[in-house]
T-cell receptor
Framework: AQTVTQSQPEMSVQEAETVTLSCTYD???????LFWYKQPPSRQMILVIR??????QNATENRFSVNFQKAAKSFSLKISDSQLGDAAMYFC????????????FGQGTRLTINP | DVKVTQSSRYLVKRTGEKVFLECVQD?????MFWYRQDPGLGLRLIYF???????EKGDIPEGYSVSREKKERFSLILESASTNQTSMYLC?????????????FGPGTRLTVT
């Protein structure tokens, strides 16, 4: 079975600075998808960024980018120019490319933005 | 925009009660999911459904059942609520046809069992 590990329960960053959230995963599959989801306080979970394992190029979405290291099974999220609205729980998630379309989530990292 | 709604934001029930959590999505998604979220454990899948009347167990199905009589509605049932089922429950939906689909989440139901 696949597992996802986020080893940083909490992180904090100064507004306008850059922060990196870590995620590692364990799988024997070669084809899969990885996601970062954001859950703001008392608000719905939304997708931040996604990465296909077969793509070597790291995904980027505006201020959000990932560092995908397939051999190391690492998938970190970098947030540049941090804003107060980035404060949230961030979850890393894995999905197999075959079979059931279910997600396996990490434990989450609570990100605080200091003004 | 996809909208996933859940019947209650907060719910307080007594031990032994039968509890129904309802989830409705308005985008004709085939897949629907129920997760529970606990601090330090992330989200864990309870059950999911890829079609009407179809269901599959997730990682922690014990003590729960589900019902999907209509495509847009997916219900989670706690047959006899227990205090260890106090948690945040999240519903999600997604398209089955997309290769790299996105799951859309509801706002969650915070259930307290006393």
């Amino acid at each position: 079975a696949q597992t996802v590990t986020q080893s940083q329960p909490e992180m904090s960053v100064q507004e306008a600075e850059t922060v990196t959230l870590s995620c590692t995963y364990d799988t024997s599959e070669s084809d899969y998808y990885l996601f970062w989801y954001k859950q703001p306080p008392s608000r719905q979970m939304i997708l931040v960024i996604r990465q296909e394992a077969y793509k070597q190029q790291n995904a980027t979405e505006n201020r959000f980018s990932v560092n995908f290291q397939k051999a190391a099974k690492s998938f970190s999220l970098k947030i540049s120019d941090s804003q107060l609205g980035d404060a949230a729980m961030y979850f890393c998630a894995y999905r197999s490319a075959s079979g059931a379309q279910k997600l396996v989530f990490g434990q989450g990292t609570r990100l605080t933005i200091n003004p | 925009d996809v909208k996933v709604t859940q019947s209650s934001r907060y719910l307080v029930k007594r031990t032994g009660e039968k509890v129904f959590l309802e989830c409705v999505q308005d985008m004709d998604h085939e897949n629907m999911f129920w997760y529970r979220q606990d601090p330090g454990l992330g989200l864990r899948l309870i059950y999911f459904s890829y079609d009407v009347k179809m269901k599959e167990k997730g990682d922690i199905p014990e003590g729960y059942s589900v019902s999907r009589e209509k495509k847009e509605r997916f219900s989670l049932i706690l047959e006899s609520a227990s205090t260890n089922q106090t948690s945040m429950y999240l519903c999600a939906s997604s398209l089955i046809s997309s290769d790299i689909y996105e799951q859309y989440f509801g706002p969650g139901t915070r259930l307290t069992v006393t």
